[in-house]
């Protein structure tokens, strides 16, 4: 683990007596896991908390925030102390941006911050060292939040980042009295009504091409009517992860001229090259951009780029 400047935080924490805690726009598990986490340690310390966000919660999380979020609007006040949990950089906050007029702490595991653990497998894993230092009791629902953001961004201790480390903090934290049971159904396995329709819709889409090495799934602007962006999240991982395809792809219709693809490769094959044809990037195994063309006719330059390097 790299060390980070954990006395930046006393430094904020110790002038802030009221604070604004927001996270990045279209929120994961460890945003809202890490900003309801970090409510419960300023808490503790006896300070004011409000929780703000640009676009609000997703309904699916907002059962970590034990406090309201508000939905940032222009006549908002401008804030003297704000904490940024999550985001690889400040304009990640999206509009709330204009509120931050003075201290802004930034705690993540993306990029260099404040305080930043770049190897840690979630900002709630950073956010164990914060409270260890500054001696917060560890109590349920913190420690409830903390397994949140864990549990998501290690995609259910299934990717890399699910290190020997990672488990020795989720033990801490069922120790703790985190529900892994309750939380792993509520943030991993229940789905929207809308993710089922979307769902649906693409696997009717299905199609292969190249021997099935290659696999898309498409959803026109009708398919995606009414679905939020957390909606059709996963909805990539079905064309990827059927056994002997290479990459898979998701074709999503914004407009008459503009689609936007998510490439991903299951085998070593960089799929940052393919997006970076048609003006996106990305990185080897996980890679996105836009084409400003029909749907169909975006399918059939995407999929022959991706036939061409197979
Ligand atoms: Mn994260």
Request: net charge negative; with cysteine; charged share 15%.
């Amino acid at each position: 683990m790299v060390r980070g400047a954990l006395g930046d935080v006393d430094a904020f924490l110790q002038s802030a007596s009221d604070v604004v805690i927001v996270s990045h726009i279209n929120p994961d598990g460890d945003a809202i896991g890490s900003m309801a986490a970090m409510g419960h340690i300023v808490r503790a310390l006896g300070k004011r908390v409000t929780f703000v966000h640009e676009t609000g919660v997703p309904q699916r999380f907002s059962f970590l925030l034990d406090a309201p979020c508000v939905a940032y609007d222009a006549q908002m006040n401008p804030h003297a102390y704000v904490i940024c949990v999550d985001c690889a950089s400040l304009d990640r906050i999206g509009a709330v941006q204009r509120m931050c007029h003075g201290a802004v702490l930034n705690i993540d595991h993306h990029a260099t911050h404040n305080y930043v653990v770049p190897l840690a497998a979630s900002t709630t894993h950073v956010l164990m060292d914060v409270l260890r230092h500054l001696r917060v009791p560890l109590t349920q629902p913190l420690a409830s939040c903390l397994y949140a953001g864990l549990l998501t961004d290690t995609g259910g201790f299934r990717f890399r980042s699910a290190t020997a480390d990672v488990f020795a903090v989720a033990h801490e934290l069922v120790c703790a009295g985190a529900d892994a049971h309750a939380l792993a159904f509520r943030l991993l396995e229940q789905k929207t009504m809308q993710h089922v329709h979307v769902l649906s819709r693409a696997l009717q889409t299905l199609s292969f091409a190249c021997g099935d090495k290659v696999a898309w799934v498409a959803l026109d602007r009708e398919a995606l009517a009414g679905a939020a962006e957390d909606d059709i999240e996963g909805i990539v991982h079905i064309p990827t992860t059927i056994a002997g395809v290479h990459v898979g792809v998701l074709f999503k219709q914004k407009d008459d001229h503009e689609v936007k693809v998510s490439l991903r490769a299951q085998a070593n094959i960089n799929v940052a090259h393919i997006a970076q044809q048609f003006g996106g990037g990305g990185h080897i195994a996980a890679a996105g951009c836009t084409v400003y063309d029909t749907m169909e006719r975006a399918i059939q330059r995407v999929i022959a780029a991706v036939c061409a390097v197979l």
